[in-house]
Structure formats: structure tokens, C-alpha cells
């Protein structure tokens, strides 16, 4: 009766922990501490030892046990016993799978050596479990290497995947990186006239789309040719630098700002300012530096600002040249003043 609850059982298994948890519950009588099983297969050797004492962790492949058993059949001089094998002074009881299944062995264990009553009985319903068991046994370790395959198969791919993503993610954000190093321009680290051309493009479509105040800034570094002249190309240089963070620290991170020219800066702002507003605080930031560096060479630009229409048709090149139209108009109201 005991075989044929086995044997239902071991059909209706669907993985080894369900068979050997089978297998364990049936021979309750035993008492055994645990069901270990060899697998000697073409893909190596496996061993599982199943626990029940240890409730969730119920099934561990090469466990302690698994190795001491191992050393044991080792030491047997039969290649393959015909019978049940009674080990470690009784502790353990092994029977090897039927000749027709590819090797393993299937074993009881207990902690310390049960009664002979209880060695008996395993001897005795070991085989027959072992009979029943192999086939079945070798079918589910089958199943479960071609399903440990297909998940490492699957990790692999993703893996694989994960890496690609982020080797195109690298190399995206390596393509802004060098986008953004050839809109920049060397000196004075602003953008260049190319990469201002291209942002303040889209700073003005978004003022038409959105409705939005928008304004365009021209300025030149006055006596630039002065400074180069008198003091060298290397003073000039420092002249625009200064120049430019002045002009730059005037408007807001999202502004637009650009050197356009060799001494020429430009600017693309969503400032709803009046012209005189914007124009005021530039100046007002130069004020502050020649204040801070008396002595030196003043610094002062020219500037001219015109308000962009939402709802016109002008390009991003008409307002730069009204821009700069408007900023000769304040160059040349400043020679007249100044004469």
C-alpha cells in the first residue's frame, strides 16, 4: 500500500522538491531526517537533500550532507552495489536507481543511528522506491536542468540587453556631451555662434507657439582694438572673458547667450522687461566691475535690444540685425556724448 502511495505521488510530482517531500511524508514511519538524491548524469553530478526539519528551506542542492554522502559511495568498492547499502554505521541508508535508468542513488538519512527495526525497513522499501523513483526522478531533473538552462539562457539575454542599453545610453550621452563641446565657444565658454543660432531658433519658436515675451540683445567690447594694440592679444583675450561673464551673469540659466563675433555677444531671452530694463542691468553689472577694479582698463559694451513679436514672421537673423542695428545707434550717441 505504501508503494502505491508512492508511486501516486511521484506522478503527480512536478519538480524534485515536490518528489522528494513525497517520498518523505510516505515513509513518515522511518523517520528519516532527510531524503537525499545522486543524480549521476552526462551533464554532471547533482545531489539535492531535502530538510523538513527546516520548514521554508526545504530543498538545498550540494549540501553538506550531499558531500559526506558522496565520500561514502566513494568508498564503497562496488562501481554500482546491487542492493541497499547501509552507511556511516546505519545513519544512512542508500539504494541506486534501476540499471535502466543513467546512475543515481536515492538515500534516508538520520542524525543518529536509528533502531534496526527501522535500518530493516529501509532496506527493505528503499529499492522499491528507488525503482519507482528513478525514471521519475531523472524525468524531473531533466525538466529542471532544460528549465535552469532556458532561465539562464533568459538572464543572459537580458543581461546582454541591459548591456547594449546602457552602451547606447553612453554613447547618447557621449554624442550630447560632444554636441555641446562643438557649440561651445573656447574662450569664453559661452556658446558659440553656431550652437547661439541654434538654441535661440528654438527660444523662438516657443515664444510663437506659447505667446510668450521674447527679446533679442546685441553687444560689442568698445575698445577692444585699443587694448590689443597697446597691450597685446593676451590682455584683449582677458578683456572678452571679463566681458562675456558680465554679459552672461545678466540674464537667467534658461537665457540663451552666445559670443556671435570676435568682441560680439548676443543674447535670446523670455524677459516680459522693457528694453530699458534689460538694457540697465547690464550696464549696471558692468558698473559694479569697473567700481570693483579701479585703475584698470574700463570696461563697456554697446548694446542694442529688440522686442521679438510672437505673431510675426521675422527670423532669428532679423532680429540679430536689428539688434545690432540698435546697438550702433547706442555707439554712436555715445561718441557724440562723449565729444
Not at 122 to 127: I, K, S, V, Y
Request: net charge neutral; with cysteine.
Amino acid at each position: 500500500m505504501m508503494v502505491l502511495r508512492i508511486a501516486k505521488a511521484l506522478m503527480c510530482a512536478v519538480n524534485v522538491e515536490s518528489a522528494l517531500r513525497s517520498i518523505h511524508q510516505n515513509l513518515s514511519s522511518l523517520k528519516p531526517h532527510g531524503v537525499l538524491l545522486i543524480s549521476n548524469r552526462g551533464s554532471g553530478d547533482s545531489c539535492y537533500y531535502l530538510d523538513p526539519p527546516r520548514g521554508e528551506k526545504f530543498l538545498e542542492m550540494n549540501h553538506q550532507e550531499c558531500r559526506k554522502l558522496r565520500k561514502m559511495l566513494e568508498a564503497v568498492s562496488l562501481d554500482r552495489p546491487a542492493g541497499p547499502l547501509i552507511l556511516d554505521h546505519g545513519s544512512h541508508v542508500v539504494a541506486p536507481f534501476s540499471s535502466d535508468v543513467h546512475g543515481g542513488y536515492i538515500a534516508l538519512q538520520w542524525k543518529e543511528r536509528p533502531p534496526l527495526r527501522i535500518q530493516r525497513g529501509a532496506r527493505t522499501m528503499l529499492p522499491f522506491i528507488a525503482e519507482l523513483a528513478g525514471v521519475r526522478l531523472t524525468s524531473l531533473l531533466h525538466q529542471q536542468n532544460c528549465d535552469e538552462l532556458v532561465h539562464e539562457q533568459h538572464e543572459a539575454h537580458a543581461a546582454e540587453e541591459s548591456r547594449l542599453v546602457e552602451e547606447l545610453r553612453a554613447s547618447e550621452s557621449e554624442a550630447v556631451v560632444a554636441r555641446e563641446i562643438a557649440a561651445q565657444d573656447e574662450l569664453t565658454g559661452l556658446q558659440n555662434r553656431r550652437g547661439f543660432l541654434a538654441k535661440s531658433e528654438q527660444c523662438l519658436l516657443i515664444a510663437r507657439r506659447q505667446r510668450m515675451a521674447c527679446a533679442v540683445i546685441f553687444a560689442d567690447v568698445d575698445g577692444l582694438k585699443n587694448v590689443n594694440d597697446k597691450l597685446g592679444h593676451a590682455a584683449g583675450d582677458a578683456l572678452i572673458r571679463e566681458a562675456s561673464q558680465l554679459f552672461r551673469s545678466a540674464f537667467r540659466h534658461a537665457d540663451v547667450v552666445g559670443r556671435v563675433g570676435g568682441d560680439e555677444f548676443a543674447a535670446c531671452t523670455f524677459d516680459n522687461a522693457t528694453l530699458r530694463a534689460i538694457t540697465e542691468r547690464i550696464l549696471a553689472r558692468i558698473a559694479e566691475f569697473n567700481l570693483a577694479h579701479p585703475g584698470e582698463q574700463a570696461l563697456s559694451l554697446s548694446i542694442g535690444v529688440i522686442n521679438c513679436d510672437s505673431s510675426g514672421a521675422e527670423s532669428l537673423s532679423d532680429y540679430l540685425l536689428q539688434a545690432d542695428n540698435e546697438m550702433y545707434r547706442d555707439k554712436r550717441r555715445d561718441r557724440r556724448a562723449a565729444s
